[in-house]
């Protein structure tokens, strides 16, 4: 298990546009991943549950990956972060 | 029988009433048996696996049809069935409750429904739409409700619907389709913007014209006048089917002067241009022979998406826009949001009253990062081509010194940097607050030129929200207080040499062309699909002769007057029979 915990920085937080890129992101990987927010969980693979957790600008996020290639699985997603999604 | 809806598309057609009706999704609420239990979980992945397939043959005819666009909010749908987390806990559900899938997967979705509402986000709630959609196209493959194919159909029909969907439009088969009329809907639901797009006449919100019609009645649908007739008698009949060969026959030679010159018939060239959304626009522009581009709504550049258009991306469309108009004008209007016209990434705080409220340049002036990056790249894009700023929602002249100041700042910026723009660029106001019209003699110092935006120059002056069904007919443009202002601010732009166009409704009126020619309007911008109609009237007439009808129509005292006069010169210019 490997994880590590980033701040959301890009405008539109994980909605819309960046969401789809971020499970889209995740399903690559085979391992199981979760991302989480004040205690509550969702599968970073669902985008349903990733859009009803309602995470925004500011928010600091936990993501946790459980598998074979758990450290590039979480590496990916914080680097997706931190680049914003390439949002302005 | 007839009856009267809202015009959705124009246009006149005869044709057998196709009725399409979907049927009622009814849950089975029973629970179910141990041994049935793994027959559910399989019909699970049946429905799924169904769903899916429709779903991608749907985005591979919305791709065809309508382009990446318009099919994109398929894409989102197809994500949605693919998200484990929906099918596991729908299995889950009708393991542990041992209920009918249907049960059960009505019951997931309404609960991502409930969160999805319960978060304060715009995106979200156009979002629950979708679920709900998904939702309901697997609750029905779960239940073996198959939809009337209406992809493949034997003979020309009109559609009879309560409403009809993204989905279903984009697998209707377009060669045998030949009208819609709807239950429900207005100008600017989906129905509508497909109807036009497809160039099929449409009538909508006809109440509960599914129950009215049958099967293979005969329909006569005027998409003109918004009349539908069932079953009319031999004389209607005849009637219309005349009518429909000279409509046809009109709209056949107007498409001939797509090439002939806007002139009046004393020769006086009066420009005839396109309003547009953006560079995917501009073609219809030039197909129906546009002089130029009169107001470009930049704010659909900064709608539907999830954060601010950079500089690079504006000017890129801006560039385009330019560059396929070959040198004619193109009014470009600076950011006009606030109000209805919300941004997901922008929070504004709500108002009671958003049209008198914090919005267009009021906003921009306070966001002036925001509004100098769109001038930036405007001015940038000025070397491509004739490019005119505008300025909207200006209520006095200090809005537009205030506004000019920012574009001065921001040219000697782009000076500083050696970057090229048009040095000569014009620059003028959108007229649509009335102390805008009544000091048009102190704006039109500041600026080059005029252009009024007559729907919210009405809504204001008449005291009438246009969204308001109960005060509709009072939304009066030719009314005589509103006529005055118009008639000023031309007056003022001409006293010193420069011009007025107009970007509103009124524009693309055919009954208010006469008019607003005799008043002397230089330049008319409405939708492409006006254009050819607004510029034959004008090559049949000389201006002397309009602004005799101006003139007179000015003396009268009621706008049910006015407009029945304007109708009657309208009709004396018998444009039906002229031949160019």
Sequence with gaps: MYSESIEIQNKTGLHSRPAAIFVQTATKFKSDITIEKDSKQANAKSILSLLSMGVSMGNTVKITAVGEDENQAVATLIELIQSKFKEE | ?580
């Design chain 2, 1 to 580: 029988m007839e009856y009267n809806g809202i015009i959705g598309s124009d246009g006149i057609v005869i044709g057998k009433a196709y009725i399409y009706k979907k049927e009622m999704m009814i849950i089975n609420h029973n629970t179910i048996d141990e041994s049935d239990l793994n027959e559910e979980l399989n019909k699970v992945e049946t429905a799924l696996l169904l769903s899916k397939s429709q779903i991608n043959e749907i985005i591979k005819q919305a791709t065809k049809e309508f382009g990446q666009e318009e099919a994109s909010i398929f894409d989102a749908h197809m994500m949605m069935l693919e998200d484990p987390e929906l099918i596991t806990r729908i299995k889950e559900m009708i393991i542990k409750e041992k209920i009918h899938s249907s049960n059960a997967a009505n019951k997931i979705i309404e609960n991502y429904i409930g969160m999805f509402s319960n978060i304060e986000d715009e995106y979200l709630k156009e979002r629950t739409a979708d679920i709900r959609d998904v939702g309901n196209r697997l609750i029905r493959n779960l239940l073996g409700i198959t939809d009337q194919d209406i992809g493949k159909l034997d003979s020309d029909v009109i559609i009879v619907a309560h409403d009809l969907t993204p989905s279903d439009t984009a697998l209707m088969d377009k060669k045998h389709v030949k009208g819609f009329v709807t239950n429900i809907g207005g100008r600017t639901s989906h129905t509508a913007i497909m109807a036009r797009s497809l160039e099929i006449p449409a009538i909508l919100g006809l109440c509960n014209i599914t129950k009215k019609v049958q099967n293979g009645d005969v329909l006569v649908l005027d998409g003109n006048t918004g009349s539908l007739s069932v079953n009319p008698n031999e004389r209607t009949l005849l009637e219309y089917q005349d009518k429909i060969v000279r409509y046809n026959n009109f709209k056949n030679k107007l498409k001939d002067i797509v090439k002939l010159p806007s002139v009046t018939l004393d020769g006086r060239h009066i420009e005839i241009a396109a309003n547009i959304g953006g560079p995917s626009e501009v073609d219809s522009a030039l197909k129906y022979g546009g002089d130029g581009v009169g107001l470009y709504r930049t704010e659909f550049l900064y709608m539907d998406r999830d954060h601010f258009p950079s500089e690079e991306e504006q000017f890129e469309a801006y560039k385009v826009v330019a560059e396929k108009m070959e040198g004619k004008p193109v009014i470009v209007r600076t950011l006009d949001i606030g109000g209805d016209k919300k941004l997901t990434y922008l929070p504004l705080p709500e108002e009671l009253n958003p049209f008198l409220g914090f919005r267009a340049i009021r906003l921009c002036f306070e966001m002036r990062d925001m509004f100098k990056t769109q001038l930036k790249a405007i001015l940038r894009a000025s070397i491509y081509n004739n490019i005119l700023i505008m300025y909207p929602m200006i209520s006095s002249v200090d809005e537009v010194i205030q506004a000019n100041k920012v574009l001065e700042e921001v040219k000697s910026e782009l000076r500083a940097k050696d970057i090229a723009f048009d040095e000569k660029i014009k620059c003028g106001v959108m007229i649509e607050i009335p102390s805008a019209a009544m000091t048009a003699d102190l704006i039109i110092k500041e600026v080059d030129f005029f252009s009024i935006g007559t729907n919210d120059l009405c809504q204001y002056t008449l005291a009438v929200d246009r969204m308001n069904e109960k005060i509709s007919n009072l939304y009066q443009p030719f009314h005589p207080g509103v006529l005055r202002l118009i008639k000023n601010v031309i007056d003022e732009s001409h006293k010193v040499g420069k011009f007025t166009g107009m970007c509103g409704e009124m524009a693309g009126d055919p009954v208010a062309t006469l008019l607003l020619l005799g008043l002397g309007l230089d330049e008319f911008s409405m939708s492409a699909s006006s254009l050819l109609m607004i510029r034959k009237i004008i090559r049949n007439v000389t201006l002397p002769e309009a602004k005799k009808i101006a003139e007179h129509a000015l003396t009268l005292s009621t706008s049910a007057q006015i407009q029945a006069y304007c109708e009657k010169a309208l009709k004396e210019l018998n444009l039906m029979n002229q031949e160019e």
